[in-house]
């Protein structure tokens, strides 16, 4: 039952399917593999499945509204349609997913080239984690023929930064690794940081890789500017309504695997940013103010808030 949703939620929930993005990416695609091998007989049947799925994939990790934003806005649109028959609305699913992926993609084109141009020729760029959002706008400003280096911290206790590392040394980029806790060091040294995002709220704050909120206070303090690139679509609409963004807590084995008994080991996999420390938000629609998000989401993708 519901296989291919199944196999998806576990790859997402460790982590090998790591980022935003990523993870939005792979449970279109599993819907979409899924509604393929659809046995629904009828139209309350097939909505039933698309229903569950969702909640599963919902489910293998808290802090993903654009995975959350894109699943719902399928499914709308499937509920909204007339149709009875399980093969036009496996249609629906089909094509709604492709052009939500669609866009996706053309925002990070969009956003790369924006963001690259604010990386000046003999920059330091400071990031933390691995976003592929991140990676894709210096990946542009490398191919317009800026020269830059990059610092990025390990990122524990899974390390993403590795994968950050590794990508920008195949780019041929100067690139240096530190330990997380190394950050106010090196954050003086750096002309701009830029970091992804999980997760955007009503009031302007992001949500992203644990750390990623000492980064910014260190930032604010060395006067380093610090930028969060991200699809507007990471923007969660519960949060205007009173709910506050989960925070995902994940397995304590992460950080210890046989630790001494009666310790307690807290590993939370995000924290928040308070806008006050975000210069600006690099999005599809420009560089904005984390104060215009809701405007700016509104104008541009209203059914967001439906
Ligand atoms: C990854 C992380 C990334 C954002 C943005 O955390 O915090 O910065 O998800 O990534 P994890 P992207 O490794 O726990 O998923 O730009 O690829 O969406």
Redesign the pocket.
């Known amino acids: 039952m519901q296989e291919a949703i199944q196999k998806a939620a576990m790859s997402i929930r460790r ?1 090998k399917v ?6 939005a990416i792979a449970a279109t695609k599993a819907i979409q593999e899924q509604v393929k091998k659809t046995e629904a007989k009828d139209r309350n049947e097939f909505l039933r499945e698309l229903s569950e799925a969702q909640e599963i994939l919902f489910s293998s990790r808290e802090t993903e509204p654009l995975m959350r934003n894109a699943l719902r806005w399928i499914t709308s649109l499937v509920e909204k349609s007339a149709h009875k028959k399980v093969k036009e609305l496996a249609e629906i699913v089909f094509s709604t997913s492709q052009q939500f992926l669609e866009t996706l993609e053309g925002s990070k084109e969009k956003i790369a080239e924006i963001g690259a141009r604010r990386i000046k020729n003999d920059s330091v760029v400071f990031t933390h ?6 990676t894709h706008l210096l990946k542009r400003a490398k191919l317009d023929g800026r020269s830059f280096e990059v610092i990025c911290t390990e990122s524990r206790p ?1 390390f ?1 930064g590795r994968m950050t590392v590794k990508e920008m040394l195949a780019l041929g980029v100067k690139t240096t690794l530190i330990v997380d806790s190394a950050a106010r060091s090196f954050v003086n040294k750096a002309d701009l940081v830029l ?4 997760a955007i709220t009503s009031e302007g704050n992001v949500i ?2 644990i750390g990623t909120s000492m980064i910014a206070l260190a930032a604010h303090e060395a006067r380093t500017p610090f930028y969060v ?2 699809e507007l679509l990471k923007f969660d609409p519960t949060t205007m309504y009173g709910d506050f963004e989960k925070i995902e807590e994940r397995s304590a084995d992460e950080i210890w695997r046989e630790p001494p008994r009666d310790l307690i080991i807290r590993n939370p ?2 924290d928040v940013t308070r806008r006050d420390f975000i210069h600006g938000i690099i999005c599809e629609a420009g560089i904005i103010s984390p104060h215009s998000i809701i405007e700016v989401i509104n104008r541009r993708y209203p059914w967001v808030f439906e």
Do not use: I, M, W, Y
């Open positions: 982590l790591q980022g935003a993005r990523n993870v984690c691995h976003s592929s959002t991140v899974v993403q970091v992804g995002a999980d992203n890789k690139v991200s996999a995000f």
